[in-house]
């Protein structure tokens, strides 16, 4: 028989060997439940993967646990990543495991996505649908966990930056199976009660099953029937929940979100000061426009002797005088030419110029002029006009022609 | 700070009495006065604005259901 003989410590490693040149044992995905799970004072995780049938020996060391993203406990169903090999010491192979994540969370992604995509068709996410936020709000609602550092960073950045607002804290649970209905409940409540103008609901960092009351769809609708104007302020920058769609305004961070809802006191107090300098300075501007136009107008001769205007009045009195009455006289020589004119031309048609040349005129004594003999009868007293004169004649007799 | 006139009625107030003397085309006597009405908007909100004192409160239900604030502690439960 030549069978090896093999230490301990060297099958150890040949199996180690075995185990480490697979390559898919050094990039592995496991499903199990946690149990046994033992944080140790060096930081190290320790603990067991189970399913209905075996167990898995695990650890998590310190560098990577830090960065777990949810609070493992036994019992809880997960996803482990990380290599399966041999610790030559104990001569049992384990996982080092290098992430570990709930399970399910492909699930809540789908689940995540069809809300988003629901709510988005019915304009829950419009952006005119977005109500503005007060310039200077005076009652801020804080919505959010009283223990978290979430509440603690708005209050500090709100105190820094603009103290005068009063800050309303109401109080829920920001996760688990209650956090949803309590959040939907302060955001009606704060309506209901006109308690502030402006809510900022939010909650720290946080795994995606920590953030999952802001991905409700009660949650998400009671943002978008708010009054009050709403900021979300949810995790850190690369969580985006479905609040942060539908709120009026999206903070990266809590912090942020005091940051966005209020203005800079220190600021506001230069843009206070800057206003009374252009009230002054248009005011000046504005008093010395008007000296100005007082004094150009001050200046004119009119203003500086009046009695050259007097003057300068009166001789032009006089030359209009002197203008109008050559004119009227003009008139009247004009008037009177006429006058002569049509003296003349009226002489000249005058009957008593013919009566001149020896003619008369024989009339009724009614004054009708007698053209016909027939128009008189014997005996009867007729006028006639000579040209200087008249006589009074008795008809003795008619010849017809 | 009168309660009737917030701090942004008042702040809309002074921008726009800014640009009515701004313009210059006021009669006299209106501008002193927007001008004393603007200095006393600008102490009015420089004073809201040195109320440095922070409140914070909490807002509980009452059982009426009324609101009631208390003290509110941070880090507490």
Not at chain 1, 16 to 44: C, M, Q, W
Not at chain 1, 47 to 63: H, P, S, W, Y
Not at chain 1, 73 to 95: C, H, S, W
Request: charged share 30%.
């Amino acid at each position: 028989m030549n069978a090896k003989i093999y230490g301990v410590t060297e099958l150890n490693n040949r199996i180690k060997a075995l185990l480490d040149s697979d390559a898919e044992l050094t990039a592995v995905f496991v499903r199990g439940e946690l149990s046994n799970y033992k944080i140790y004072p060096s930081g190290h995780h320790y603990f067991t993967l189970k399913d209905q049938e075996g167990t898995l020996r695990a650890v998590m060391f310190r560098r990577e646990a830090s960065k777990l993203r949810f609070k493992p406990e036994n019992g809880m169903k997960v996803i482990a990543f990380g290599r399966v090999t041999v610790f030559p010491r104990d001569g049992q192979y384990q996982l080092y495991c290098a992430e570990l994540s709930p399970d399910g969370i492909g699930e809540l992604h789908i689940a995540f996505e069809q809300l988003r995509d629901k709510l988005y068709k019915e304009g829950l996410f419009d952006k005119d649908r977005k109500k503005p936020l007060p310039k200077y709000p005076e009652r801020i609602a804080v919505i959010t966990s009283p223990a978290g550092a979430a509440v603690r960073d708005i209050i500090r950045v709100l105190g820094k930056r603009y103290p005068c607002a009063k800050v309303i804290v109401l109080p829920v649970r920001v996760q688990g199976a209650e956090a949803p209905p309590e959040i939907v409940g302060a955001i009606r409540y704060a309506n209901k009660y006109k308690v502030a103008d402006l809510i900022i609901t939010g909650r720290g960092g946080g795994s995606i099953e920590d953030l999952w009351a802001f991905n409700d769809e009660r949650v998400a609708r009671a943002i978008f029937e708010s009054e009050i104007p709403v900021i979300s302020a949810v995790g850190h920058e690369p969580d985006v929940t479905i609040a942060d769609y539908v709120a009026d305004l999206r903070a990266a961070t809590p912090s942020n979100a005091a940051e966005l809802a209020v203005p800079d006191s220190a600021e506001l107090r230069e843009t206070l000061l800057s206003t009374q300098i252009r009230a002054v300075q248009a005011l000046n501007r504005m008093i010395s426009q008007r000296r100005d136009r007082l004094m150009t107008l001050a200046e004119k001769r009119v203003m500086k002797s009046p009695l050259n205007y007097i003057e300068d009045r009166r001789l032009l009195l006089d030359h209009l005088q002197k203008h109008f009455i050559s004119a009227a006289q003009r008139i009247v020589a004009i008037k009177k030419e006429r006058y002569v004119h049509l003296a003349a031309s009226l002489d000249a048609m005058s009957p008593l110029k013919v009566l001149g040349r020896g003619y008369s005129l024989a009339q009724k004594l009614d004054g009708t002029v007698i053209k016909t003999a027939a128009e008189v009868q014997c005996g009867e007293t007729i006028d006639l006009r000579l040209s200087s004169g008249a006589l009074k004649c008795e008809v003795k007799e008619r010849f017809e022609a | 700070m009168k309660e009737d006139l917030t701090f942004e009625k008042a702040m809309a107030r002074l921008e726009e009495i800014v640009k009515l003397l701004e313009r210059g085309d006021a009669p006299l006597d209106t501008s002193l006065k927007l001008f004393e009405e603007g200095t006393m908007l600008i102490r009015s909100c420089g004073e809201y604005l040195d109320k440095a004192e922070q409140k914070v409160v909490k807002l509980m239900k009452s059982e009426t259901g009324e609101p009631v604030e208390l003290p509110f502690e941070a880090g507490e439960n």
